[in-house]
């Protein structure tokens, strides 16, 4: 409210409330315009108490709930609630937090100070309100930039902004997946435009052989990183290409060519836009290897170097991150896709159309060969990584031969193994706990190994009960998203409410949540029904299943396979011992890898590049069991969760599919089950709350995205941009 409108409203009307009412509300939307507040606890709590109904149908948007309450409003339940002084704690907090200057990246990528790392991804999952995620790739971005900023690490961060996003998913009466996309409300979003060094809004085009695409740039806050999301839903576009990133994945390869274009040559130019100069940057996947030959035309440009000198500079700057261990999985175009949306930039950069070519060529002169972005991912970087130990063996063979005359071990791709934010995963009665057992500081400090030894003090009573206390939640979560399904199909009444008494915190639980890609075989347990049927059943020690996880739209396999396993509810065989839940988010995942006993994972070895939901399981107190691929491989040590197998494989799918199957039907019942059920005088499974321990004592810090940003920073970072080298542990 501005002076001019106080001074002509009558002054009785003018009280101090109704001012400090639409203060209050200032304060509560800036606490919300930095997606810090993801990850408080606290701030969560204080959000979800001013109106607890709203909050879950908003999706937890912060700004959708302002946007609804006026100030008086707001102001009311702040005194009903007694929330004043939390939301004066938490903006000082937040104040507090983007102030700091001493953090862990000012004292080990100093140099990185005045040219910070930039760091480019296609997807961001930040928050179930934000839906620019599609899965694992977007969630770990997600995860690597709130570890930057937890750190100190100095970092910008570019994507594409998808005003639809992924979709949602929902099954119809026969439990098969429909796709639906909604509209973003860009209101309801804590982003803002971004504004050039000349204080004018971004627009940054992009040349190709056919017109000039334009794209605007949005600002967005997490934490201390900016992260910057490219948009082409702008006046000057073509109706078509307004549409350009509207979806997440969406659409043809020509399609892809042009968001990747956005994403990396589009980019780099919104940061020289901004003002920003990288010290180095990030390809965090294929998607935005386009970005590096704009770096190198920018070079040649402003230093006159050739373009031989600028790529080999460029190359310096640039790390490369691999995830895909399937050949099939890496994106590839055609040479005329390639010309005519880089053909205007090659001319600036003085290059043949083959010499283009060449650079996404494994065989540069081979022209039946498409342009791979991994290859010049690969080309144009002098750091590259795969996410896991296993993953970094199988790129190197994958990769080979790109440089015949080395031998496997001598490729140059080294490895980091992926981890995940701790406080974006942590069950807030999982903190507590941890708060009372863990150094006072741990928060800090949760890349370190010494940290989580304290585990080992913790009363195995107390860490039972939150765990059930967890595990209830999740059973409460289920069971209303299960009605709520159950009602949305039109199902009997009586059905609705079985659906609401579903599942037995008694009993042994068992989550399986991930894409429903065919690799990733989530029908493993179904192999012989009826030795399941004989687990789901039996009398004294029982289990229940629930399952989560979307099929990407054209994967018909995934979809007949989610139907399989949603329709199972009704099989009288499985009597509602195994359930489904729509939707697979970062809100449905967070609940369930807060609550479950066990965390099932079993893909086709070694297909899984590394994976992280089971890191996040280990964090709330559940247990792994999980082949032996990708992050479990080198964190398994036979006492701190459970191995499928023994990490072989057969050269035919169908004999592996057997064996793996064997194995965990093995491992079920004469380990996992055994372990649950085996309770002491005081009701407790001491030897499994043991492997809880262990668990969460060795893997916690290893596999936190703070230790996986220190990694990066100092084995990549600070070299790339110029710094002390530090020699990677490349394998
Ligand atoms: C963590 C997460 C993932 C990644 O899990 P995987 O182990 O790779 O399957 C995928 N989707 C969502 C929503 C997540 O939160």
Not at 354 to 363: F, N, S
Not at 565 to 571: G, L, V
Not at 594 to 618: F, I, M
């Amino acid at each position: 409210m501005s002076q001019l409108d106080l001074s002509t409203k009558p002054a009785a009307t003018v009280t101090s409330s109704e001012l400090s009412a639409s203060a209050l509300h200032d304060k509560c939307l800036a606490i919300a315009s930095n997606l810090w507040w993801t990850w408080q606890p606290e701030v969560n709590n204080l959000f979800r108490d001013i109106d607890p109904i709203r909050w879950r149908q908003l999706d937890h948007n912060p700004i959708a709930l302002l946007r609804e309450l006026s100030p008086e409003r707001l102001a009311q339940r702040a005194s009903e609630m007694v929330l004043y002084s939390r939301i004066n704690h938490a903006f000082r907090q937040l104040k507090e937090y983007t102030a700091n200057k001493q953090t862990w990246g000012a004292t080990h990528a100093g140099v990185l100070g005045a040219r910070p790392v930039a760091y480019f991804s296609a997807e961001f999952g930040i928050h179930e309100s934000l839906p620019i995620y599609s899965g694992g790739l977007g969630v770990l971005s997600g995860d690597h930039i709130k570890s930057a900023s937890g750190l100190g690490v100095p970092l910008v961060a570019v994507g594409l902004f998808y005003d639809q996003g992924y979709f949602r998913q929902r099954l119809d009466e026969a439990g098969y997946q429909v796709e639906e996309y909604q509209d973003t409300k860009v209101e309801n979003l804590p982003i803002e435009p971004a504004i050039s060094s000349d204080g004018k809004p971004i627009m940054v085009s992009l040349q190709t052989r056919q017109e000039t695409l334009l794209a605007k740039v949005w600002k967005m806050l997490v934490g201390r990183v900016e992260l910057y999301l490219l948009d082409c839903d702008v006046e000057g576009n073509s109706p078509q290409d307004r549409h350009l990133t509207s979806r997440l994945y969406g659409g043809d390869e020509r399609t892809r060519i042009r968001q990747e274009l956005v994403l990396g040559v589009g980019g780099v130019r919104a940061l020289r836009a901004l003002g920003i100069t990288p010290g180095a940057y990030h390809l965090n996947e294929g998607h935005s290897a386009f970005g590096p030959l704009e770096v190198v035309r920018q070079s040649m440009q402003d230093e006159a170097h050739s373009f031989d000198h600028a790529l080999r500079e460029t190359a310096q700057r640039t790390v490369f991150t691999t995830h895909t261990p399937v050949p099939a999985g890496h994106d590839r175009f055609d040479g005329d896709l390639v010309e005519e949306h880089l053909g205007p930039l090659r001319d600036e950069l003085g290059i043949s159309y083959e010499q283009l070519m060449g650079l996404g060529r494994v065989e540069p002169q081979n022209e039946h060969e498409s342009f791979c972005m991994t290859v010049v991912g690969l080309k144009l970087s002098r750091r590259a990584n795969a996410v896991s130990s296993l993953h970094g063996h199988v790129s190197r063979r994958m990769w080979a031969h790109l440089w015949p005359w080395r031998v496997e071990e001598e490729i140059p791709i080294g490895h980091i193994t992926n981890g995940v934010h701790v406080p974006s995963w942590l069950a807030w009665q999982m903190r507590q706990l941890y708060d009372r057992i863990l150094p006072a500081n741990w928060i800090q400090r949760m890349g370190e190994a010494e940290v989580w030894q304290h585990i080992q003090n913790v009363d195995p009573g107390e860490l039972w009960e939150t765990h059930n206390a967890l595990k209830n939640l999740l059973l409460v979560f289920t069971r209303r998203r299960l009605s709520r399904q159950s009602r949305r199909r039109g199902e009997s009444d009586a059905a609705v409410d079985a659906a609401r008494n579903v599942l037995d915190p008694n009993i042994l639980t068992i989550g399986f949540g991930r894409r429903f890609a065919t690799y990733k075989r989530a029908n493993l347990l179904f192999q012989d029904l009826d030795r399941l049927c004989a687990l789901l059943h039996d009398s004294e020690r029982p289990i229940q299943l629930i399952f989560a996880g979307k099929a990407h739209p054209k994967d018909e396999p995934g979809k007949k396979l989610i139907q399989e396993i949603a329709n199972s509810r009704h099989n009288p065989r499985f009597n509602d011992r195994i359930v489904f839940i729509e939707d697979y988010d970062v809100n449905v995942c967070r609940h369930m890898i807060q609550g479950v006993d066990v965390w099932l994972n079993n893909p086709r070895r070694p297909l899984e590049a590394s994976g992280t939901s089971g890191q996040k399981v280990v964090l709330n107190g559940g247990l792994n069991l999980s082949i032996l691929d990708g992050w479990w491989a080198e964190a398994y040590n036979g006492e701190n969760g459970f191995a499928i197998g023994n990490g072989t494989q057969h050269v035919s799918d169908e004999i592996t599919d057997q064996r793996d199957a064997e194995n965990l039907y093995n491992v079920l019942e004469g380990t996992v089950i055994p372990m649950f059920y085996d309770r002491d005088d005081d009701g407790l499974p001491k030897a499994w709350i043991q492997r809880m321990m262990n668990s969460i004592g060795t893997l916690a810090w290893r596999f936190s995205a703070h230790r996986m940003l220190m990694d990066y920073a100092r084995t990549c970072y600070v070299p790339a941009a110029g710094g002390l080298s530090c020699d990677m542990n490349f394998r």
